[in-house]
């Protein structure tokens, strides 16, 4: 596009150069994300959200407290053999 960046052109014309023009920055795809995570707030309610959280953060938990103690298991035996 010739001469890009003039907004106050009322005529556009194709660039002999091969630039493109982009309307926007970086943050309009930040706008668009937004807009359906707040929709999504707005129908499930905060608090149904943050439960969900918190019920996910239980059982990562338990499953990082399994596999510790999975694994002090196997190093125990593993100690215990070379002990034998």
Same mark, same amino acid.
């Not at 407290?65 to 215990?80: E, G």
């Given at each position: ?32 994300? &937004?807009?359906?995570?707040?929709? @999504? %707030? ?5 608090? $149904? +959200?943050?439960?969900? #959280? &918190?019920?996910?953060?239980?059982? @990562? %938990? ?5 596999? $510790? +103690?999975?694994?002090? #298991? ?11």
């Amino acid at each position: 596009m010739e001469d890009r960046g003039n907004f106050d052109r009322n005529e556009w014309s194709v660039s002999t150069i091969g630039t493109r023009f982009e309307c926007g920055n970086p943050y309009v795809l930040g706008i668009h994300v &937004l807009h359906p995570i707040l929709t @999504l %707030i707005l129908e499930q309610s905060i608090k $149904s +959200i943050s439960r969900i #959280i &918190l019920n996910n953060e239980a059982l @990562l %938990i338990d499953i990082i407290n399994y596999i $510790s +103690i999975f694994n002090v #298991i196997i190093t125990l035996k593993y100690y215990a053999c070379l002990v034998l």
